[in-house]
């Protein structure tokens, strides 16, 4: 198996996250969705280099847990 990151999605690889949000079951108006996936693909495209940067043997988090506080409540 090659751990080579360099040459994974050399071209440009992006997920068309309108059809993940509708296979997930989201029910995200239309617009909203048009803002969520340009976000998305903007940070994508920050990260890419990033996780082709990363030495073979570490694997890039493919899951983040995002929490809200409650009121008066401190972030770690």
Do not use: Y
């Not at 495209?45 to 570490?58: E, K, M």
């Amino acid at each position: 198996m090659n751990n080579d990151r360099t040459n994974v999605c050399s071209t440009v690889c992006t997920k068309d996250w309108k059809k993940i949000a509708r296979a997930s079951g989201l029910s995200i108006p239309a617009a909203a969705l048009d803002r969520i996936a340009q976000s998305l693909d903007a940070l994508e495209a920050d990260f890419r280099p990033l996780a082709r940067a990363l030495p073979p043997d570490t694997e890039p988090a493919i899951v983040f847990h995002a929490a809200t506080l409650t009121a008066g409540e401190d972030a770690e």
